[in-house]
């Protein structure tokens, strides 16, 4: 997998519309063996470090709040990271609120995308296969992250952010806030990176309300 993903998305992503668009710096960092918590962290810490200093920030030192997420980085950068056993992601991306990124190398069980996705997502984003489910499992990872500390909305349970398609783009909301979502799927992994967004589009909270309410009124008039 490090090798696919190696050679899959570039070391830089554009995230957003013309005009509007975000620098986002990706730095991948191999797992030493064995892959356990120890040597994860350690490559954590030196992809992180790594995109902080190609992004431009003179400082690559960060740290961690309770529960890790998110990282506390330097004035005027935001940073996540994400890591599997053979491999540690890091995007960082300069002058916005918040980021987050997700690897997701395994399937998830299929019957999960009962509390996993709501109705709206079901219908709208998913095709019932295995690989769509993994690519919004790790979709809602990264927008969690990204919208980490709207935890009244979210509960802090990452499969309660909504997803939502607008304009061929994926868009995430936790009560009244919202992030952008760009991702790539190959064989081997799903990859997601979201980036908090201050002002989206004047449609979103409309299309996000009227998925809740047809997934509400779905779900009164089941058996």
């Not at 902080?52 to 990282?71: D, E, I, K, M, Q």
């Not at 997701?104 to 219908?123: M, T």
């Amino acid at each position: 997998m490090t090798e696919q993903f190696l050679a899959g998305p570039p070391d830089e992503w554009s995230l957003g519309g013309p005009g509007r668009a975000q620098r986002i710096v990706l730095e991948a960092v191999p797992v030493d063996p064995p892959g356990m918590v120890a040597e994860q962290h350690r490559a954590g810490l030196r992809a992180v470090r790594a995109a902080l200093r190609r992004a431009g920030s003179p400082v690559t030192t960060v740290g961690h709040r309770p529960g890790g997420t998110p990282l506390v980085c330097p004035g005027g950068f935001a940073a996540s990271l994400t890591h599997t056993t053979e491999l540690a992601v890091a995007a960082v991306a300069p002058g916005v609120r918040a980021i987050g990124v997700d690897l997701e190398a395994r399937f998830p069980e299929p019957r999960l995308h009962r509390f996993l996705l709501d109705e709206s997502e079901r219908d709208l984003l998913w095709h019932g296969d295995r690989a769509g489910l993994r690519r919004l499992f790790a979709a809602k990872e990264a927008a969690f992250k990204a919208l980490s500390d709207c935890g009244r909305a979210h509960g802090g349970l990452f499969w309660r952010v909504r997803l939502r398609r607008h304009e061929d783009r994926l868009w995430a909301r936790a009560g009244d806030q919202y992030a952008l979502i760009r991702d790539v799927v190959v064989p081997a992994f799903a990859f997601a990176v979201a980036v908090r967004v201050d002002s989206p589009p004047a449609p979103l909270p409309r299309l996000f309300e009227s998925g809740t309410t047809a997934a509400m009124a779905a779900g009164r008039s089941a058996p």
